[in-house]
């Protein structure tokens, strides 16, 4: 995504997507619409140690750690599909971590990095429509449907229009 150190206001929305291939999100905006490209980078390092006869989980002590990287990239196009506006962010940040003591039972993860990993929004568009009926009410106002604004994946699901699906 570097390469869009060489776009400039007012180039054509196809000369955008020739440098930079298809986008990852897209939106309509009062002014046009939006485009945004996604790179992310995942580290999850997890140790774990279990004792136990047979699978039985008698005690277990755990740690676990991750680190995000990543660039987002969002161009903003006018009516006429020309470049008005382009941000771009840059983050190199550790995202969690976590570690457990326990007796008698096991656990899941301790470190939680699903959304990061988890397939794009265009892939379940269709399937939107069958999903439980407060997901398919609001799926109009969800901001990855393409008519209500653009979210960064690692948003938590209690902002925003997510709010009210009722989880």
Known sequence: MNSHSSLSKGDSLSDVLLQLGPPLRISSSAQGYVLAWEFWRVNEDSLGISLGALGADVFSIDWGKAKVSGEFL???FDHEHRLASATYSLWDN?????????PLLGIADVVEVGDLVQALPQHEWGETLLGPLPHSLNSSSRPDMGSSGIQQRGTPSGVGQQSLEMH
Do not use: D, I
Not at 94 to 102: D, F, I, V
């Open 94 to 102: 550790r995202s969690g971590g976590g570690s457990a003591l326990q």
């Open 74 to 76: 969002m161009l903003a």
